[in-house]
């Protein structure tokens, strides 16, 4: 993409503010802001992001003030800088939540809820952290240690909440070198050397996975992917250290055309291998709570190895590894459009998110009390699977209630609760689920929603669906 006239034009008052200066590494400070538009610009983010993200260090240390920038750039990009300032000086956006939040010192709970109002804020602050991670090695070692355990804590899983894939891995990776750089080479040799004892195997599966996709006249991309040394760590950590125990250390991506070929490639995968009971995951028909989509399996090869396999379509490949940045512009106007309507029924689940953090931001700003504590849960949770009495896996988040889960099997069957039963005992809508459990919902023709029943649900989804009902029903 050619830059664009007001794009040259924020590059040179960016020049021209920080002559004179020079980072760490000993280079002309402009390089960062540049090295910052670079990546934004790879990311496919819009003109006023870019923009901001040249602009982004001048408020804090230059001449330069937010009304020059709002007169030469318009609202956005003097919204935008704002918001990253405040992130990085004084912090002052967290300072304003210790007054809100006292009881709680989860940084990234913190930050989130400072960023409510715009997240192009946070995609430009995450632009801004990959540069000086990448660079990082020209700070003195305490400041490395600082950066690098923070960007682990906050923002990589920022990163992974955007569904970034690629982001993500780097930042992880880049940090965990400077935390724990005996055990990142330790890590990192290990994967090199599984993987050179599996090439072979590895390549005889492709073989056999090419022949049988050809016969079937399936058009498809088969790649490898490697284990990033972070999450290898992390997996290890869980599993008491025990590397047999890690089923996706050897990992093929198959890339197809459409839908039905993932699931056509899903039964040609298991009629040649033998798929592990428990690993075959469904993330087509149930995305994660970030928008990823994928079919997962792991089987066991004809020579005895574990292999796991990822099936998705192009559109869900680029999406993995670019999450909400690519498509953000239109997705973020539309929930600020919506968020101010006060409509939120319309938006797709993964983005819902967002739209509550924006509320819970308001509503902090107001003066109000906010569980916080509900609030993150919906945006870090990790998941529980649960099953229907049919053996459908159900994904939800932990600490979901059963209502949580009649609404995300359909709305129509949430609608009508009367009962549940939790492994085959009469049980009640109190009841938090547990990994595991087969859950059972009744229902009945003649029962309404009930207003009481908000505080039975802790998912964004379930909420929306109610709420809407609710509403409706009292027209
Ligand atoms: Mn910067």
Known sequence: MKDTDRIKHAVEVARAAHEGQFRKTGEPYIVHPLAVKKILEEWGMDEDTIIAGILHDTVEDTNLTLNDIKKEFGETVAFLVDGVTKLSTARTGMRDIDTYLPETRDNFLRLMIALGDDIRVLIIKLADRLHNLRTLSALPPDKQKKIAKETLEVFAPLADRLNMGLLRVEMADLSFKYVDPKRYDYLEDLIEKYNKSASKSLKRIEDEISEAFKKEKIKF????????????????????????????????RVIVEDITDCYLALGIIHSLYTPMG???????????????????????????????????????????????????????????????????????????????LQMTAAKLREGKKVDYKKLKLNLFADKIFVYTPKGDIIDLPVGSLPLDFAYRLHSEIGDHVIGVKINGKMSNLNKKLEQGDIVEILTS???????????????????????????????
Not at 454 to 472: C, E, F, G, S, V
């Open 278 to 356: 428990g690993r075959i995951k469904d993330y087509i028909a149930m995305p994660k709570q970030n928008g990823y989509q994928s079919l997962h399996t792991t089987v066991i090869t004809k020579d005895k190895r574990v292999v796991e396999f990822q099936i998705r379509t192009k559109e869900m490949h680029e999406y993995a590894e670019r999450g909400l940045a690519a498509s953000f512009y239109y997705n973020e106007q539309k929930v600020t459009e919506n968020y101010k309507k006060g409509k939120i029924e319309h938006l797709p689940t993964n983005l819902l998110w967002i739209t509550e």
């Open 221 to 252: 991309e088969l790649s490898g992917r490697v284990k990033s040394v972070y999450s290898l760590h992390k997996k290890l950590a869980k599993h008491n250290q025990n590397i047999n125990e890690i089923y996706d250390l050897i990992a093929l």
């Open 445 to 475: 023709k003649n029962q309404t929603p009930k207003s009481s029943w908000l505080d039975k649900i802790i998912t964004p989804h379930a909420r929306q669906k109610l709420m809407h009902r609710l509403n409706a029903n009292k027209k």
